[in-house]
């Protein structure tokens, strides 16, 4: 796989053409979506949020460069306010459900995003944490 994706652009400056960021995209959807059908049905994980992670695995290790996706994941990014008028749609059919209990709903909505940013907030400590104690940063081993 290391060979497929180090010879599609060995120019920094060169433009990867749309049909090998298209395979690229294509490759790592397939790959994730076999994944996904490994999870058992009582945890079952999307296959778009294991590509993402495959994405950023392979962009950390550099197996794949940014400016090899940068066009195509512009022009994807660029639809994402497109791809939510579907959403929209179906919450506005849905405002009776909204009148009738709409107090529950904001309160509902704004327990869990306190609850969120809580629990990421513990999280972030924790790991601030334990990397200050096993890994420390060298500035800090001088005091």
Not at 92 to 109: P, Y
Not at 114 to 119: D, F
Not at 132 to 138: A, C, G, L, W
Request: aromatic share 10%; glycine share 4%.
């Amino acid at each position: 796989m290391e060979v497929i994706f180090m010879h599609i652009q060995s120019d920094p400056q060169k433009k990867t053409p749309i049909i090998t960021q298209m395979g690229i995209f294509a490759v790592i959807l397939f790959v994730s979506y076999c994944l996904s059908n490994l999870f058992p049905a009582t945890f079952p994980v999307p296959a778009p949020v294991i590509g993402l992670l495959i994405l950023y695995f392979l962009l950390t290790i550099g197996l794949i460069k940014p400016q090899q996706i940068e066009t195509l994941s512009n022009f994807l990014i660029s639809l994402l306010a497109f791809l939510f008028v579907p959403s929209g749609i179906q919450l506005a059919t849905s405002l009776d459900i909204m009148k009738h209990s709409g107090l529950q709903l904001v309160v509902m909505i704004i327990i869990s995003t306190v609850v969120m940013l809580v629990s990421v907030a513990l999280v972030a400590t924790g790991l601030i944490w334990l990397r200050q104690r096993f890994f420390p940063i060298k500035d800090q081993q001088e005091d």
